[in-house]
């Protein structure tokens, strides 16, 4: 309850300065162009640059007892991206950039260590096959996903500060992919109020894949003899195997159509749209576990629903709602880096106050795994100070995770350690 309250302070405090501040520069445009390079004269070819920042200023885990509030600057995402539409047949995009640069691995030179450098995040060409809409193809580098909107979730305009964390929606971030990116050909299209995206990929032999978990080692009473090393373990005939993963996300809109250009799902769209959308995907990944006390394969299959809702509600305002269920199946008892074999309920819901720059919101997860003996748990309460939409905005959360020992660890006594923080984010992208 004190850190909560402290949480609460800090959000009036918020509220204050901002409100000031919206007095003072109520007169202010802080309205521009989109950094877009034009190759025609119509409009229709050209180059877009998008540019971002998201600066974190987190506290240490306030659930360890008589912690002392310590706070860690770290730049969470610092990224830039482009894509050209130069015919209307193809697009070609980059984008690169670096995470979670923090006090901790920064190095005195910037080349002599292991800190987080730019690197690729998402490299692929993309044609166009049919005459509408209907049927596009791509391969590369690629955020294609499959199994919810939030396993798309873009990271310029999220509701809430982050995606949630466990990164349940992003399962496979750093376990068979690169950043949620995996290499792979892509397929999308958009039917009517109709749209779809499906994937054909390699995961990544990297050394997170068979973390935390495998290996007989369990959190719970149950153990598990799984590890996701499937890939890198060749079958009782000598042969590779677990090579392929195939994923795919489909959306039905009962209201205003979403555009899937880019695959980076809007997190909120603050009253400009109104949006109804119903979804299912899925996951594949056939012989990606190996079960070290019988020497076989096993397959991951991991099946998602969920809904989503942002629209106006009167003039100024905007409600966002979402939901989903998702079912993960690694294997009995299997645990992954984020999520596990069982079930996961996630929802989050927003509002942004009539013509204000206000918006709190509250999200929540629940995952009952079989690996471990209780559900884990996590609560976010949160409230955005928009100053320009999501172009610049500021965020202030109370973060909690609970019964995961992934997240907090085990205390001096050998008991799960909950997460508690609180955690503001500057966002600004161009």
């Known amino acids: ?24 520069e109520d007169d202010i445009d802080h309205s521009y162009k989109p950094l877009t390079l034009r190759l025609d004269e119509s409009g229709n070819k050209y180059i877009r640059f998008i540019v971002w920042h998201q600066h974190w200023t987190v506290t240490n885990n306030l659930a360890v007892e008589d912690a002392n509030l310590q706070l860690t600057h770290l730049a969470r995402r610092s990224r830039f991206l482009a894509f050209a539409q130069v015919s209307p047949r193809f697009l070609i995009l ?14 005195s030179l910037g080349n002599n260590g292991d800190a987080p450098q730019l690197f690729l995040h998402d490299a ?10 209907s049927f596009f193809i791509g391969g590369g580098l690629h955020y294609w996903k499959g199994l919810t909107r939030l396993s798309n979730q873009s990271t310029l305009n999220f509701m809430t500060l982050d995606n949630p964390r466990p990164f349940v929606h992003w399962h496979s ?51 598990s003899s799984l590890a996701y090393t499937g890939v890198s373990t060749p ?49 594949a990944h ?25 629209m106006p509600v009167t003039d100024g305002d905007c409600l966002n709602a979402y939901a989903s269920f998702m079912s993960f199946n690694y294997g009995d008892n ?11 309920l996630y929802g989050h819901v927003g509002y942004k106050l009539p013509n204000s720059r206000f918006m709190p919101y509250i999200a929540a997860q629940t995952g009952n795994y079989g690996g471990f003996d209780e559900n884990t748990s996590a609560l976010d309460i949160g409230l955005n100070y928009f100053l320009n939409g999501h172009s610049a905005k500021l965020t202030l959360e109370y973060h909690t995770i609970s019964n995961d020992i992934r997240e907090g660890g085990l205390d001096a006594n050998g008991n799960i350690q909950d997460v508690r ?5 500057a966002h600004i992208f161009l």
């Open 94 to 107: 980059t984008h690169f950039g670096l995470n979670n640069l923090t006090p901790g691995n920064m190095t």
């Open 124 to 133: 692929w060409t993309e044609f166009k096959v049919s005459n509408d809409n």
């Open 421 to 425: 923080q609180i955690r503001m984010q």
């Open 334 to 344: 299997y645990v992954a880096r984020w999520a596990g074999t069982g079930s996961v």
């Open 1 to 24: 309850m004190k850190l909560f309250t402290k949480f609460l302070t800090l959000a009036l405090l918020l509220l204050a300065v901002s409100m000031q501040a919206q007095i003072i």
């Open 173 to 223: 971030l750093g376990v068979t992919d690169q950043f949620a990116r995996h290499l792979g050909l892509y397929a999308k299209g958009v039917i009517g109020k109709f749209d779809y995206r499906i994937a054909l990929n390699n995961p990544g032999r990297n050394a997170n894949a068979g973390l935390p978990l495998g290996n007989g080692v369990s959190y719970g009473s149950n153990s």
């Open 286 to 310: 056939p012989n990606g576990m190996f079960n070290e006390a019988t020497g076989e394969h096993e397959n991951v299959t991991h099946f998602a629903v969920d809904a989503f809702l942002d």
């Open 235 to 283: 079958d009782r005939d000598g042969n590779l195997t677990g090579n392929n993963i195939i994923e795919g996300y489909f959306r039905y809109n009962f209201m205003d159509s979403e555009s899937v250009k880019l695959p980076y799902a809007v997190g909120s769209y603050l009253g400009t749209k109104k949006i109804f959308a119903l979804g299912t995907g899925f996951f």
